[in-house]
Nanobody, 127 residues
Framework: QVQLVESGGELVQAGGSLRLSCTAS????????MGWFRQPPGKERTFVAA????????FYADSVEGRFTISRDNTKNTVYLQMNSLKPEDTAVYYC????????????????????WGQGTLVTVSS
């Protein structure tokens, strides 16, 4: 089994930038696709971005396209989410996710079937 630990969440002003990190441990030899989801206060968890094992493919939610960038370094078992031009509506707990199937991460409703979740890291964007 794989364990995920996120870091990097903090309070930032609107227009600012943050980089979240998610480091995997355990059975990291498996070729997992990785993703980020977020859950604003009182709302449901939604998809943000995903990346394949080889980094060949990435996919973003419309709300973050052009502002957020997902990347990974398999030598460090780490996936990143670079967030620029942050808005107050980006405020949420951000969760890292891992699944053997990239399609599970990107398809509507796929989050119900994600194999591994991190514990989340809080991002707060002040106006």
């Amino acid at each position: 089994q794989v364990q995920l630990v996120e870091s990097g969440g903090e309070l930032v002003q609107a227009g600012g930038s943050l980089r979240l990190s998610c480091t995997a441990s355990g059975r990291t030899s498996s070729s997992y696709a990785m993703g980020w989801f977020r859950q604003p206060p009182g709302k449901e968890r939604t998809f943000v971005a995903a990346i394949t094992w080889s980094s060949t493919n990435t996919f973003y939610a419309d709300s973050v396209e052009g502002r957020f960038t997902i990347s990974r370094d398999n030598t460090k078992n780490t996936v990143y989410l670079q967030m620029n031009s942050l808005k107050p509506e980006d405020t949420a707990v951000y969760y890292c996710a891992a699944d053997p199937k990239y399609h599970t991460l990107v398809r509507p409703g796929g989050l119900r079937h994600v194999e591994v979740w991190g514990q989340g890291t809080l991002v707060t964007v002040s106006s």
